[in-house]
């Protein structure tokens, strides 16, 4: 795709502005890192054209204070572009169930995916973040079938970044962009842990 040119231009019957300026579903995922990390620099990006900005945030736990937020936050509050909004489910879920049980942790999944339903019915936002999103649908928490027909049907111009491994197969069909990240190396191979700056 040289100087941002298609290698196809489909007979749609849609001007090249309809085209362009449709809203993307965008996926990234596979087992490297820096899928949340991408998500983030879209959403830097959507701040700067003054979009509101809805983030979702499904696994990582309530209690972390991790950098992008800070980041996001401050920038929405600078009222130099878009406004930003966290959302944090529940306590979060991680590799290591935390306090309360699977059926918890459901509960505030699902209660999640109906807050973004709604959101996405009243065109909340120009842009949502479901962070770690994959995993509610991998676990039978969130139903994929459903997503994928809200998405698809989502009204107006909001774009959506999904992150998160193992993404399933419909949400891969349904998505316009889908980035895989995949891993050629890690500090964690040679046991080095997560740090700051870094990872959060």
């Not at 809805?54 to 009222?79: D, M, P, T, Y």
Request: net charge neutral; proline share 4%.
């Amino acid at each position: 795709m040289p100087q941002g040119k298609p290698d196809y231009v489909p007979d749609d019957g849609l001007t090249t502005r309809q085209r362009r300026n449709r809203p993307l579903l965008m996926v990234h995922t596979g087992p490297g890192k820096g899928k949340s990390t991408a998500a983030f620099g879209l959403a830097t990006r959507a701040w700067a054209q003054g979009w509101n900005i809805g983030v979702f945030q499904f696994v990582k736990s309530a209690k972390w204070r991790i950098g992008e937020e800070r980041a996001l936050r401050v920038l929405g509050e600078s009222g130099e572009g878009g406004e930003v909004t966290w959302n944090k489910m529940g306590e979060g879920w991680s590799w290591i169930q935390r306090r309360g049980t699977e059926q918890d942790h459901a509960a505030d999944a699902a209660e999640g995916w109906a807050q973004i339903k709604r959101d996405l019915e009243a065109q909340t936002y120009r842009m949502y973040v479901l962070d770690e999103f994959t995993y509610p649908m991998k676990w039978g928490w969130v139903d994929v079938d459903d997503v994928v027909e809200t998405l698809r049907n989502r009204p107006g111009q909001q774009h959506v970044v999904i992150t998160g491994r193992d993404a399933d197969q419909r949400l891969i069909d349904a998505a316009d962009l889908v980035t895989e990240m995949t891993k050629v190396k890690h500090p964690m191979d040679v046991g080095q842990k997560g740090q700051r700056g870094i990872e959060w």
